[in-house]
Nanobody
């Protein structure tokens, strides 16, 4: 069993920055792929950024490329999402997820464990 706990969300003005953390406990392995997703009110959950467990390659949704950065600290079993130049359209609940596979994916149904989510609100 794996538990994922996100933190770091909050209210920020447009153009500001936030750093989200996702701490994993339980069955952890650095070769598992990790992802961040988000869900805005009335919209489907969408992929934001991921990191491949097998290669360490990071891949981003076009909407956040150049503004968001994912990183992981295997010693701390923690994944981070640095969000810069935030826009009002980035407002959503952000979820981290773990896939019990070293291969990357942008599809929600490929991920096996999810955190409870953390709210990010960007004011204009």
């Amino acid at each position: 069993q794996v538990q994922l706990v996100e933190s770091g969300g909050g209210l920020v003005q447009a153009g500001g920055s936030l750093r989200l953390s996702c701490a994993a406990s339980g069955r952890t392995c650095s070769s598992y792929s990790m992802g961040w997703f988000r869900q805005a009110p009335g919209k489907e959950r969408e992929f934001v950024v991921g990191i491949s467990g097998s290669t360490g390659i990071k891949y981003y949704a076009d909407s956040v490329k150049g503004r968001f950065t994912i990183s992981r600290d295997n010693a701390k079993n923690t994944v981070y999402l640095q969000m810069n130049s935030l826009k009002p359209e980035d407002t959503a609940v952000y979820y981290c997820a773990r896939r019990l596979s070293p291969y990357d994916s942008r599809r929600t149904f490929d991920y096996d464990y999810w955190g409870q989510g953390t709210q990010v609100t960007v004011s204009s």
